[in-house]
Nanobody, 116 residues
Framework: QVQLVESGGGLVQPGGSLRLSCAAS????????MSWYRQAPGKQRDLVAG???????VYVDSVKGRFTISRDNAENTVYLQMNSLKPEDTAVYYCSVDYEDGSHYWGKGTLVTVSS
């Protein structure tokens, strides 16, 4: 019933920018947390940034000052503005939502490739 649709991934040169979007639909409960995770080849899936319903945000240290997470509660959409991208940011980025009833859902992922 719940569906997460991600967009915005692609190929970008080092120092460039991308903006990821994730729209959640079909949920009957309020969303508590929306987050972005990423998984590089041969690595585990790690949290990049999260935003709570109150607007409080968290970031992994490696992206602080470069990435900004935001949400549009009216549209149930979370964004990740990624600036000053580095090759180390190359990964599949996954949207994650946690609802107030305790349920969790993953997006299918969108590939971000940072290369010259």
């Amino acid at each position: 019933q719940v569906q997460l649709v991600e967009s915005g991934g692609g190929l970008v040169q080092p120092g460039g920018s991308l903006r990821l979007s994730c729209a959640a639909s079909g949920g009957i409960f309020s969303i508590k947390v929306m987050s972005w995770y990423r998984q590089a080849p041969g690595k585990q899936r790690d949290l990049v940034a999260g935003i709570m319903s109150t607007g409080r945000t968290v970031y992994v240290d490696s992206v602080k000052g470069r990435f900004t997470i935001s949400r549009d509660n009216a549209e149930n959409t979370v964004y990740l503005q990624m600036n000053s991208l580095k090759p180390e940011d190359t990964a599949v980025y996954y949207c994650s939502v946690d609802y107030e009833d305790g349920s969790h859902y993953w997006g299918k992922g969108t590939l971000v490739t940072v290369s010259s």
